[in-house]
């Protein structure tokens, strides 16, 4: 599966953005996503995650609560919205796919998108 995110952009701290991650195959329904941000000179950290069927979510502490992953399979597409925003959540996101269940590291993954830049000011 080939991944294409958007929705990045520059916003001041408490603002809100939606990333989209748009995917094309025809087996979209049976991956699991997840999005990870990589700050500048950081690693790729998981942020969130969402099973094939969207009745699993899942996040990591630091944006539990703000975040909300969410899919729509008939457009082969997933969602990350994004509010109360902090100046520590600029990265670049990137958008990751694996068949099967949900997981939680970037190894677990095979397929990823470009990247889309949010920036937020303080």
């Known amino acids: 599966v080939q991944l294409v995110e958007s929705g990045g952009g520059f916003v001041p701290a408490g603002g809100s953005l939606r990333l989209s991650c748009a995917a094309s195959?025809?087996?979209?329904?049976?991956?699991?996503l997840a999005w990870f941000p990589q700050a500048p000179g950081k690693e790729r950290e998981f942020v969130a995650t969402i099973s094939w069927s969207g009745g699993y979510t899942y996040y990591t502490d630091s944006v539990r609560g703000r975040f909300t992953i969410s899919r729509d399979n008939a457009k082969n597409t997933v969602y990350l919205q994004m509010n109360s925003l902090k100046p520590e959540d600029t990265a670049v996101y990137y958008c990751?796919?694996?068949?099967?269940?949900?997981?939680?590291?970037?190894?677990?993954?095979?397929?990823w998108g470009q990247g889309t830049q949010v920036t937020v000011s303080s």
């Open positions: 990751a796919a694996k068949p099967g269940g949900p997981h939680y590291s970037p190894n677990g993954f095979g397929s």
């Open positions: 195959g025809r087996t979209f329904s049976s991956y699991s």
